[in-house]
Each structure stands twice: as C-alpha cells, then as structure tokens.
C-alpha cells in the first residue's frame, strides 16, 4: 500500500506545498531535537535553520524553499526572454510594442490586473502582436504577502480570469508576485492550481536608475543566453510612468542583437522550440 494516506482522489502528500513540508519538517526536527538534546539545543538550532529558511523563502524572488520557481531558461540556447511588470500603462506600454515590433522581438508582460482592465485595448495588441500575458496579481499591494491563503488565492484567481478573456486562451498563465516575494500562504494557492510561479535572473533596476543608458548598461554587461530580464512598463502607484524603461528598450535590443541573442517569451524560453 502507497506509504501516503490517500485523501480523495489526492494523497496527504500531495496535496501538501512545499512550505507546509518544511514547516512541519522543521516542527518534526524542534520535537525530536527537545528530546534528544533538550529544549535548548534541541529547539535552538532547528528554529534557527527554519529562520534561516523563512528568510531565503520570503526575500529572495528565485528561492524555490515555498514553491517551485523559475529564473532562467536553457543555457545553451542564445535566446533571453524581456519580461515587463506593472502595465499595461496606456503611454509606455504602447511605445515599447512600436520598438518590439521593429526589432522583431516578443516579450512578456506580468500585467496587474487592475490595470488591465482599465487598459484592455493595449493588452489585445501585444497578444495580436505575439506577446505574452503573465499574471502579476489583481491589486499589486505591497502587503500582499501578508495575506493569507483566501486572499492570495483571489488576487491570483481575478486577474488569470482576465487574462484568459484578453488572450482567447484556455492556458493557465504565468504569474509573477508583487515585488517577487512568497509566503507560506501563497504557495498554498499556487500549489492548488498547479501554477507555474517566474521570477527572474537579471534585474534592469528601472525602478531605481532614470537614465536609460545606465539601464541599458547594466543589463548588457550582464546578460547570458537563458536569462529572464526584469522590466517594467506601468507602475503599481496611479499617474507614475516608467519612461526610462522606453528610452532604454532600444539600446538593450541593439546590444541583445550584437551578441546574437534573441528576445522571445518566458513560455518560448522555456519550452525551448
């Protein structure tokens, strides 16, 4: 008999993410240590390992300690993948489609939902266009890793509603948190629903640098074949704009196209065809 209690038509196991197995690998460790070692020891070291690995879950955006997380593509392709957060924005978004197109490039845009719907016109052009839509949360709050599993779940649930709508597709559609960070509750609601949770490998900082050389710059001193690239073309304040961005995206494809790399979607880097 499968050493797993089924449960329905899934085991304990599998119905368990992967931050409630390290939770209660570490609750496991803290009961066996105590009575081994004493509380001390016994609950000392095993607390300080589970710290250490809340702290890598929740802050670093390619952690997969919660949840399963992608970062890069195939290395041996010289392929990267442009991924654009916080849009659609109706004036930047629009002028990086003009230069995507020129270029012959795809990219990815992680949308925030309320921004979408606000802005539908400009997210069917990048789908009519070849781009992707990946979910980037409903509401984009910056407490939204305090929330808890419902709430995370319709956040996530909302916009993947949209998405689908906007992009005539049936696919379940990458997702990307705000600000990249993960708790415990959210791989909760990413594990029900199978999805499949981006981060990225290169930042841009766009959010921090205004100009869009130095933009530029980092990223192509940077950059490798398989790399997913942080951008972005809306912002998650109302009236905020991300023009360094437009200004840089030229120079960063000129110098991608220098080094034979081609800019394609997360889900072509990916799948790798």
Known sequence: M???????????GQRLCR??????GAGAAMLGGTALF????????????????????????SS??????????PRDLPRVALTFDDGPDPEVTPALLDILEKAGAR?????????????????????????????HSWQHDRMQNFYGTR???????RSVELIREVS?????PLYRPPIGLKSPALARAAHVRGLQVIAWSLHSRDT????????????????????????????????????ATMDALPLILDGLAERGLQSVTVSELLGGH
Do not use: W
């Open 208 to 243: 921090l640098l205004r100009d869009p050389q130095r933009i530029a710059e980092r990223v192509l001193k940077r950059v490798r074949a398989g790399d997913i690239i942080l951008m972005h073309d809306g912002h998650d304040r109302d009236g905020y704009h991300r023009a």
């Open 38 to 61: 004493g509380a001390t020891l016994g609950l000392g070291i095993p607390a300080g390992v589970l710290g250490l690995l809340m702290a890598d879950g929740v802050f670093r955006p």
């Open 64 to 73: 997969s300690t919660f949840y399963p997380t992608v970062s890069t593509g």
């Open 107 to 135: 990219a990815t845009f992680f949308t925030i939902g309320r921004n979408l719907v606000r802005h539908i016109s400009v997210a069917e052009r990048a789908v009519r266009e070849g781009h992707e839509l990946g979910n």
């Open 2 to 12: 499968n050493a797993a209690i089924a449960i329905g038509h899934r085991t304990i």
């Open 19 to 24: 931050a409630d197995k390290v939770l209660l």
């Open 168 to 172: 005539r597709s049936d696919s379940l």
């Open 151 to 157: 709430a995370q779940a319709e956040e996530i649930d």
